[in-house]
């Protein structure tokens, strides 16, 4: 395969991946979000994938598989099966800001990201190009959506979108051992399995996981 | 060999504590395992006075003088908050074995992963060993299993997971950096000290941001710092200790470890920014610490604050180092001194709230005592050793010409001093009615005596190892 059909692959995957995080800010239903999540998560493996044959990396190889299992396999299925009655109901989540003003704020912060990541392109190799600034655009749409999210869950989902942003950028940049690129996949599993347990107890407890109405710690509220 | 023996105990111990029986196996377990891990953590560090460096797995782990500095902090503290917890977690969940059993588990993973932190010698470990402290942290933060509790679990893990991603992407974009340089070098913080200078500066540039956002709202930098006041006040008064006296810390660790990678960026201020962000925080904190009515709050802003002069003394140059580095050690222990006297009043009183508490010194003159000892610790009043570690982060800063940020930066302290006397002189002399006094439980008493002595030999005379690791560790900051 030629490298620039490679490029193009992997610029649509990115292209894929900037407009997932662009609908998971607009999305409001948690199971929704969940198959968002999801997609990123398969389109950060394809990106791994295209750049493992460019390069001929065992490692990348490695871990677009670990990404795979873990992010669309093993995650969601944790999330749902723990979680049923969140994913079931249909009902739209609160949040800080209107979705329209959302989404210009997300152009923005974009535009900020290629602005951030100019700078690092030029001296290197063009999947760098490509993934940093797209990278960078997930990780800061994703400190925002969940920053304007007040419910417990789709901060959680936010939360793994950031992850993927991360990784995103990290791909690209990262030559590291299988070590690493394992224990950070087995991370993200760990996270969710804490996570998880924790959000139950706090629904099991408080009866709600709407934690911008979960007020007990102000200065004024302490007993 | 026996830096490997310093996570390794504690991980031993909390599978013992987990074995169905009473849990006082629990409890000798732990305590063995801290206390060995001290002994071991001593030794490392007279090993590493002696050659500079101590190599236990080349290129995986191994200890120099910041890392065993770090280490001995960490396992005195594990001593005296697992002495503590005996009392304290002996009150809090009587009558409930599997409950105190899985607290001293959970305690020994966290701590065995507080351990982890300094002792790995590459970068990517050590940001998992980090991400680890929060997730075995969290549901000791969560352990009284009430509403703030779980709410204040929830935001700790929230935030600080997000801070760590951010960071893990600064880490690797250093791992890029010292890739570009040359394929072939080892991906430990050695190469990259030494790889800096020829990294390209944009790369380095754009890890410095991440790695201080991601890693600073870890160690509570204003104004990434509000999920900490939630956390170090809900948890059980022993994980507060080990929250604020030393797992802060440790990740500031981190930062401070990467300073020398960060000042090779030419043209770059890297020091600036941490002057800068410092001193945010402990002006930030100050004025927050004026308007507390929660005495655990109070303590927790005192962190912020902390972390602060910290972070602008290292901001001062080499000296500051130096400085940031003692204060760093003194802050750890008079600020788990301070969580175990405020522990003994919450267990006295049953309340957090300042304005309840009234007139502790009719009470019980033992816990007024340590409460008032450790507010004047924590302010730096002498003879305790954080009146010398803030005098020579002062000095430091006039040494190194920056008179305007020793004005402010000695400002904001004179209010941290307020805001924390103020509410604990009332405390302790104001008028009301005294309680009824129920009796400390002997170990809680005896981990407030323990962790006086420290604080107080330690501002009466520097013995030479600590000084001279402290000068090591300040060299390996600074480049």
């Given at each position: 395969m030629p490298i620039s059909l490679l490029h193009g692959l992997n610029a649509l995957a990115a292209a894929l991946f900037l407009i997932t995080t662009f609908m998971f800010l607009a999305s409001r239903q948690t199971a929704a979000s969940l198959s968002l999540y999801v997609r990123q998560g398969l389109l950060l493996s394809a990106s791994a994938l295209v750049q493992a044959y460019a390069l001929h990396s065992l490692d990348l190889l490695l871990f677009a598989?670990?990404?795979?299992?873990?992010?669309?396999?093993?995650?969601?299925?944790?999330?749902?099966?723990?979680?049923?009655?969140?994913?079931?109901?249909?009902?739209?989540?609160?949040?800080?800001?209107?979705?329209?003003?959302?989404?210009?704020?997300?152009?923005a912060v974009s535009l900020v990201a290629y602005t951030i990541a100019q700078p690092l392109g030029g001296t290197m190799p063009s999947f760098i190009a490509v993934n940093l600034p797209v990278g960078l655009a997930g990780l800061l749409i994703s400190i925002y959506?969940?920053?304007?999210?007040?419910?417990?869950l789709p901060q959680f989902l936010s939360l793994l979108m950031l992850d993927n942003g991360v990784f995103f950028a990290g791909v690209a940049i990262a030559t590291t051992s299988p070590v690493w690129e394992l224990a950070a996949a087995l991370e993200a599993i760990i996270v969710t399995v804490i996570v998880a347990l924790l959000f139950r107890a706090i629904s099991e407890r408080i009866g709600t996981t709407h934690v911008g109405r979960l007020s007990g710690l102000r200065e004024e509220g302490s007993r | 060999m026996i830096i490997l023996l310093i996570p390794l105990l504690p991980v031993l111990a909390a599978l013992l504590s987990l074995i169905p029986v009473r849990p006082v196996l629990a409890r000798a377990a732990t305590l063995a395992s801290a206390v060995l891990a001290l002994i071991a953590a001593v030794a490392v560090a007279l090993q590493v006075a002696r050659s500079g460096m101590v190599t236990t797995v080349a290129g995986w782990v191994g200890s120099d003088a910041l890392s065993a500095l770090l280490l001995m902090l960490q396992a005195v503290l594990a001593v005296?908050?697992?002495?503590?917890?005996?009392?304290?977690?002996?009150?809090?969940?009587?009558?409930?074995?599997?409950?105190?059993?899985?607290?001293?588990?959970?305690?020994?993973?966290?701590?065995?992963?507080?351990?982890?932190?300094?002792?790995?010698?590459q970068p990517a470990l050590?940001?998992?060993a980090v991400e680890l402290t929060t997730l075995l942290s969290v549901f000791l933060v969560g352990f009284n299993r009430t509403a703030e509790g779980l709410e204040a679990a929830w935001k700790y893990a929230i935030l600080t997971i997000m801070g760590a991603?951010?960071?893990?992407?600064?880490?690797?974009?250093?791992?890029?950096?010292?890739?570009?340089?040359?394929?072939?070098?080892?991906?430990?913080?050695?190469?990259?000290?030494?790889?800096?200078?020829?990294?390209?500066?944009?790369?380095?540039?754009?890890?410095?941001?991440?790695?201080?956002?991601?890693?600073?709202?870890?160690?509570?930098?204003?104004?990434?710092?509000?999920?900490?006041?939630?956390?170090?006040?809900?948890?059980?008064?022993?994980?507060?200790?080990?929250?604020?006296?030393v797992e802060v810390g440790t990740v500031l660790y981190v930062i401070l470890r990467l300073m020398p990678v960060f000042e090779a960026i030419p043209g770059f201020p890297a020091r600036d920014w941490?002057?800068?962000?410092?001193?945010?925080?402990?002006?930030?904190?100050?004025?927050?610490?004026?308007?507390?009515?929660?005495?655990?709050?109070?303590?927790?802003?005192?962190?912020?604050?902390?972390?602060?002069?910290?972070?602008?003394?290292?901001?001062?140059?080499?000296?500051?180092?130096?400085?940031?580095?003692?204060?760093?050690?003194?802050?750890?222990?008079?600020?788990?001194?301070?969580?175990?006297?405020?522990g003994a009043v919450l267990l006295l009183y049953r309340t957090r709230n300042i304005a309840e508490v009234r007139g502790l010194i009719r009470t019980s003159p033992f816990t007024a005592t340590m409460l008032l000892a450790s507010a004047l610790a924590i302010a730096g009043v002498p003879p305790f050793a954080v009146f010398l570690s803030e005098f020579s982060v002062l000095r430091s800063g006039l040494l190194a010409g920056a008179?305007?940020?020793?004005?402010?930066?000695?400002?904001?302290?004179?209010?941290?001093?307020?805001?924390?006397?103020?509410?604990?002189?009332?405390?302790?002399?104001?008028?009301?009615?005294?309680?009824?006094?129920?009796?400390?439980?002997?170990?809680?008493?005896?981990?407030l005596t323990l962790s006086v002595i420290p604080l107080l030999a330690l501002g009466l005379y520097t013995p030479p190892l600590l000084h001279h690791l402290l000068a090591l560790a300040s060299s390996a900051i600074t480049r």
């Open positions: 598989v670990i990404t795979v299992i873990a992010k669309a396999v093993v995650i969601p299925w944790m999330l749902r099966r723990s979680l049923a009655p969140s994913f079931q109901s249909r009902r739209e989540a609160e949040l800080a800001v209107s979705v329209p003003t959302s989404l210009l704020i997300a152009i959506a969940l920053s304007v999210r007040r419910e417990a | 005296t908050a697992t002495l503590y917890s005996f009392g304290y977690i002996g009150r809090e969940a009587a009558e409930d074995d599997v409950r105190q059993r899985t607290y001293y588990a959970n305690l020994n993973l966290f701590i065995a992963s507080l351990f982890l932190v300094p002792i790995l010698l050590t940001w998992v991603t951010v960071a893990v992407l600064g880490i690797l974009l250093l791992l890029y950096g010292l890739h570009s340089v040359s394929a072939g070098l080892p991906q430990t913080w050695a190469a990259l000290d030494s790889a800096a200078p020829r990294m390209p500066p944009d790369v380095l540039k754009l890890a410095f941001i991440l790695v201080l956002v991601g890693f600073g709202t870890k160690v509570g930098l204003f104004p990434l710092h509000t999920w900490l006041p939630d956390a170090h006040s809900q948890a059980p008064s022993p994980v507060c200790a080990l929250l604020s006296g941490l002057l800068a962000f410092g001193l945010l925080s402990v002006g930030a904190a100050a004025f927050l610490l004026l308007q507390v009515k929660d005495f655990k709050r109070m303590l927790a802003y005192s962190t912020v604050e902390h972390m602060g002069i910290i972070l602008t003394a290292v901001g001062f140059g080499s000296a500051g180092s130096y400085a940031g580095l003692y204060q760093l050690m003194t802050h750890g222990l008079a600020k788990s001194f301070a969580f175990y006297a405020a008179g305007w940020a020793v004005g402010l930066l000695g400002l904001f302290i004179a209010i941290a001093f307020i805001g924390v006397m103020r509410p604990v002189g009332r405390m302790v002399f104001g008028d009301g009615t005294s309680v009824r006094a129920e009796r400390l439980p002997r170990s809680v008493i005896l981990a």
